[in-house]
């Protein structure tokens, strides 16, 4: 029992510490904010606080450990960044699209929110790829970035444009070297028409 009581002495004091830093830290940051606004300091003050009570009782580790490496001196952005990164990692623990979960683990290890954001890119260029009608414009970009839809769907309208813009153009030595050089690439053929013809 007496053990117990020490225990908890040593507890509370501890807590108590960790309580008196917070606000002073919290002060400081109020006071290098707004050094000569009393009533933006006490605002923020309060932000701060209530951020501060917030971070000590956040349960996600790992949402937790990227907002504390963010935002190591502000309580309110720590809150900020945990709150985003927490309700992203639900987010990607819930989504479909293995290949596009794929991409962004693989570029994003570890942020959530970035994992979120690519797994839209990736998962709506995808979709637009499965849409695209010309099949030889969609090889050219599968091709040439085979592991990236996002990349895919940026080659193919690129590429697609560039065919559209080489069948209009007039028949002559200009447009037949360029077919001749790059006959598998549309970007390239326009490229190389436009420099020939200046």
Do not use: W
């Not at 309580?19 to 109020?30: D, F, P, Y």
């Not at 990164?85 to 794929?102: E, F, G, H, P, T």
């Amino acid at each position: 029992m007496k053990t117990l009581m020490h225990f908890a002495s040593i507890l509370l004091i501890f807590t108590a510490k960790l309580a008196l830093g917070q606000e002073s830290k919290c002060r400081e940051i109020a006071k290098r904010e707004y050094p000569n606004d009393p009533e933006m300091q006490a605002y923020t003050y309060n932000n701060q606080i209530t951020a501060a009570r917030y971070m000590a009782s956040a349960s996600d580790y790992e949402s937790k450990k990227i907002a504390l490496r963010e935002y190591p001196e502000d309580f309110s952005m720590q809150k900020y960044t945990y709150d985003n990164q927490s309700a992203a990692k639900r987010y990607m623990s819930s989504v479909s699209d293995y290949d596009s979960k794929k991409i962004a683990l693989r570029e994003y290890p570890e942020d959530f929110s970035m994992q979120k954001y690519t797994y839209d890119n990736q998962s709506a260029a995808k979709r637009y790829m499965s849409t695209v009608s010309d099949y030889e414009v969609k090889q050219i970009a599968q091709r040439e970035y085979p592991s990236d839809f996002s990349m895919q769907k940026y080659t193919y309208d690129q590429q697609y444009s560039a065919k559209e813009y080489m069948k209009a153009m007039p028949s002559g030595a200009a447009k037949q070297q360029a077919v001749r050089e790059y006959p598998n690439d549309y970007s390239m053929q326009k490229y190389t028409y436009d420099r020939l013809q200046r």
